[in-house]
């Protein structure tokens, strides 16, 4: 099997024409026939025993071509692309040209990375901004796990507010007939969640439990269900049951329940230290986003439009993973927000493009410092691996190939030199780019 020649046909895209000699050929077609023969009826032989000779007579010579060439090909096209030297980014269209007793040859058309140029990486400028945790961050916090930590009591004495959280029958109607879907009995509602169509949960609001009571709304015009898009109903509803969301004491007690400390004072400082923590981590993230933007800048190259599309592809895939394990689909999920598959993917556009750039330019900085990765480092890597992913060494080994194993470790030397050689300023203040962003440290958690 041999690379007969390379040619490049346009701007990132390889021709290759490939040859697989008569010894490997007829190898192969003597697998097929062995594959076979057992499933073919030929006249005077047991079934699966007649002689390659005989069944070729009968069928032609060529009946055992297809599966040989099938079984050949992927692997004559691979050791052809480490021959060009080219690095593949979309399968490539294949053509069979001859196929006889000698061999076969065939032309594999492909698509490859493209020639990068880029600009500056080491010494690169970034403002760091340090932002300290205040009393509001510190009081959101201990607001957000209080509230989680409510008691829910049912209300007797007083018609529903906001925020309480009611239990409903209902029922819709247009032009008083009922519809598909407008029924439900027994159903939570959060007065001010604003989980049902705008005016629905205001009209709950002063009724008391057992009361039945007639609510009035109009349905938005972009409504999901077109049939009812823009129409006036009415829901006849009964509330089953009010209740409140109890907020526990801010006191000591309230500390020993929630966290390790015995003191209000004790969990307030250590909530403030996880937030600092937090917004540290963030500006540590920013800078470095920052450095590496500039890195993006200064690329040069004509990339093709597939490895965006492969780009978006992972995207999308991950996002399905996340939804699936919170028991949803995306399928479900596009439903839902009446997006179509092709605005979803319009939605990774840009943070693809973005990653895709990145990686060439990282992987261009790897090429020019020439990184060198020992067998320690990838042993290393794959243990570092394991152990991130909580799982067996071997397995990882077999998920993940050596190639891209080295390919992300010179990745990441490229990311540690470009930050290690930036010139970083620190500044006491928000980040601009984060000014219209409120800050929500609900991550910071303090448990």
């Keep these: 099997m041999s690379l007969t020649n390379s040619n490049k046909v346009d701007t990132n895209q390889y021709e290759l024409e490939i040859a697989v000699d008569k010894d490997k050929f007829q190898e192969a077609v003597q697998k097929a026939y062995k594959k076979n023969v057992t499933k073919m009826n030929v006249p005077g032989f047991r079934k699966g025993h007649a002689p390659r000779s005989v069944v070729e007579k009968l069928y032609g010579e060529g009946v055992f071509f297809e599966d040989a060439v099938n079984s050949l090909y992927p692997v004559a096209y691979e050791e052809a692309v480490k021959s060009a030297g080219i690095e593949p980014v979309d399968r490539a269209d294949i053509k069979i040209d001859k196929v006889d007793g000698d061999g076969f040859t065939f032309k594999a058309t492909v698509t490859v990375k493209p020639e990068v140029e880029i600009g500056a990486y080491k010494g690169l400028k970034a403002t760091k901004y340090i932002e300290k945790a205040t009393d509001e961050d510190v009081t959101k916090e201990v607001d957000r796990v209080r509230d989680r930590n409510a008691r829910v009591i049912t209300v007797e004495d007083r018609a529903a507010e906001q925020g309480d959280i009611t239990n409903i029958n209902f029922e819709g109607f247009v032009d008083g007939t009922a519809f598909d879907g407008g029924k439900a009995d027994g159903q939570d509602l959060e007065l001010g969640s604003g989980q049902f169509i705008p005016g629905f949960e205001e009209q709950i609001v002063g009724h ?108 999308v895939q991950d996002f399905d993973y996340r ?125």
Excluded: C, W
Excluded at 284 to 308: C, F, N, T, W
Excluded at 370 to 390: G, I, P, Q, S
């Design 208 to 315: 008391k439990t057992d009361e039945e009571f007639d609510v009035n709304v109009t349905f938005p015009e972009q409504y999901q269900a077109a049939e009812l898009a823009g129409k006036p109903a009415v829901f006849k509803v009964k509330i089953n049951e009010i209740k409140k969301r109890e907020l526990p004491d801010l006191d000591d007690e309230f500390a020993k329940d929630v966290s390790e400390f015995d003191t209000l004072d004790s969990y307030k400082d250590d909530v403030r230290q996880h937030i600092q923590e937090h917004k540290d981590e963030h500006a540590q993230s920013d800078v470095e986003d920052a450095l590496l933007d500039q890195v993006v800048e200064g690329l040069k190259a004509e990339i093709p439009a597939v490895m965006y599309e492969r780009s978006i592809d992972s995207y």
């Design 323 to 447: 939804l699936q394990a919170q028991g949803l689909n995306l399928q479900t999920y596009l439903q839902y927000t009446g997006m179509d598959m092709d605005k979803f993917r319009e939605t990774f556009q840009e943070q693809a493009e973005h990653q895709v750039k990145l990686r060439l330019a990282l992987e261009k900085i790897a090429e020019i410092e020439n990184f060198v990765v020992t067998d320690e480092d990838v042993e290393a890597e794959y243990k570092r691996l394991a152990e991130e992913y909580k799982t067996d060494i071997e397995r990882i080994k077999t998920a993940i190939d050596r190639e891209t194993t080295e390919k992300d470790i010179k990745i990441n030397r490229a990311i540690d030199l470009v930050k290690d050689t930036g010139e970083v300023t620190e500044v006491e203040g928000i980040n601009p780019k984060h000014q219209h962003h409120d800050h929500d440290h609900e991550e910071a958690q303090a448990e």
